[in-house]
């Protein structure tokens, strides 16, 4: 197999390592967040109606968004473990089941694709007969590329199992880039309005699968492909495992969003409207160390597959470092240039006055992430995702979402914007308590003694 851009997970030193694998993973899922921010500037344009169809589609597509990455972190987990274990034909089997798997799951929505269906469902979310329409017509092509998208993140996954992070990047550069290019020319040129735009999605996503598909192949790996054995429903069980703790952690972030604007709403418009702000741009400066995250994920698998439990203590060691050294300058702009954070954001003075707040006080919980962000890529990569689940939801449900209506009670809306720190404050003990139990199990499993098991 070619070695373009593979990293050999199991030797060198770890800085080097981990930040091969980080950095082009960091620009991916900066990238990855381009496809929706693109389609929101260009459908702007086109009036409050087919922006709100747009916001009507969010949920739907976080939907489908959490499942694959449930299924794309399963399959990377085991394959890496697979191949730390040095088990070559397990590799090849799990690849090829994950496909199969996650498509039956992406066409259970296929349903909403009948214009009757479709529109109903956004009825029942409370959409108006304007709106309807165009909710419908933008989330049909959307709803077709979910399959397209599939392919995609599980050969992102073979990918990332094998060391390999820079092509999954290049391959969201292209599908980003010729997104951002037909969008207007289906939107405006053609007249396509909204539904132009998830066109356009859809053919970025194709070209996207295609470079991943040529690459896999020229690099000597298995291909994501419809294949079914004796083993396949072994595999989905042993994937399901894993990715459906996955997906409820992601899912859980919209639902602790969805609470907590309702504790807002009920202090006015420009409360919930700074508070998503200030969310914007706090996930804006969080993106990278998710990316690392999420690279460090095949890094844990295969040293925990190779049972060198040395290699993945000083994996958790390097991020909770380079997140902490990372935070520092991010905490510092969101303290002292809120005001230049909001200057893009053309909302009126009063919201403009609460972002700047709610933009400090949200400052001082990042100093707990580098814990969270350790918790994030052990717990999958060491196929134990419930910790991640468990710090998340007392996070967001059992401390975040209280601290919220006490605060408001007591304080108003900066004491609203105050329940971020504090919950992050609070949550970090059972995250740091989780992590070191994590670790503590797998050193267990691995029997590991005073020394690394595995030589390199």
Not at 38 to 53: E, K, R, V
Not at 257 to 284: F, P, Q, Y
Not at 356 to 361: D, F, G, K, S, V
Not at 410 to 417: A, M, P, Q, R, T
Request: charged share 10%; with cysteine; proline share 5%.
């Amino acid at each position: 197999m070619k070695k373009d851009y593979q990293v050999d997970m199991g030797r060198g030193p770890i800085a080097k390592v981990v930040l091969s694998l980080a950095l082009p993973a960091m620009i991916s899922m900066l990238f990855q967040n381009l496809y929706a921010l693109i389609d929101t500037m260009f459908i702007s344009n086109l009036g409050a109606f087919p922006l709100a169809a747009q916001s009507l589609a969010v949920p739907l597509f976080y939907l489908a968004l959490s499942v694959g990455k449930g299924v794309q972190v399963g399959t990377a987990s085991l394959i890496s473990q697979a191949r730390g274990q040095g088990k070559n034909e397990e590799v090849n089997i799990k690849a090829t089941a994950a496909l199969p798997l996650l498509l039956i799951l992406m066409l259970l929505l296929f349903p909403l694709l009948i214009p009757s269906a479709g529109i109903s469902f956004f009825k029942m979310l409370g959409a108006s007969a304007d709106v309807c329409g165009h909710a419908y017509n933008y989330t049909f092509w959307l709803i077709l590329g979910f399959p397209v998208m599939s392919y995609v993140m599980i050969a992102e996954a073979i990918s990332m199992s094998h060391g390999n992070t820079v092509t999954p990047m290049k391959s969201m550069i292209i599908g980003n880039c010729l997104n951002a290019v037909l969008n207007p020319f289906f939107m405006f040129s053609l007249g396509m309005g909204i539904a132009g735009s998830s066109l356009a999605t859809l053919i970025g996503q194709l070209v996207s699968a295609f470079y991943m598909r040529s690459k896999l192949k020229k690099y000597g790996l298995v291909t994501p492909a419809i294949r079914f054995n004796s083993t396949t429903l072994i595999q989905w069980k042993q994937i399901g495992s894993l990715g459906f703790f996955v997906a409820i952690t992601l899912l859980i972030s919209p639902l602790g969003l969805s609470l907590l604007n309702g504790v807002l709403a009920s202090l006015g418009a420009a409360a919930v409207g700074a508070w998503n702000i200030m969310s914007r741009l706090e996930m804006l400066g969080l993106l990278p160390l998710y990316g690392m995250a999420s690279a460090l994920i095949p890094f844990m698998a295969y040293n925990y597959g190779r049972k060198n439990f040395g290699r993945v203590q000083e994996g958790v060691r390097f991020s909770l470092i380079f997140s902490f050294i990372f935070i520092l300058p991010v905490i510092a702009i969101f303290i002292f240039l809120p005001h230049y954070l909001m200057f893009p954001f053309r909302a009126g003075n009063e919201v403009r006055q609460l972002g700047i707040q709610a933009i400090r006080l949200a400052a001082f919980g990042h100093l707990f992430i580098p814990v969270e962000i350790a918790l994030y890529s052990s717990a999958q990569g060491l196929k134990r995702p419930w910790y991640l689940l468990a710090a998340i939801v007392f996070r967001m449900l059992f401390a975040r979402y209280p601290l919220a209506i006490l605060f408001a009670v007591n304080w108003g809306i900066n004491g609203v914007y105050w329940c971020q720190p504090a919950s992050m404050g609070i949550s970090v003990l059972l995250s740091a308590a989780l992590l070191a139990r994590l670790l503590r199990q797998a050193r267990k499993d691995l029997n590991y003694g005073h020394t690394a098991s595995i030589k390199a």
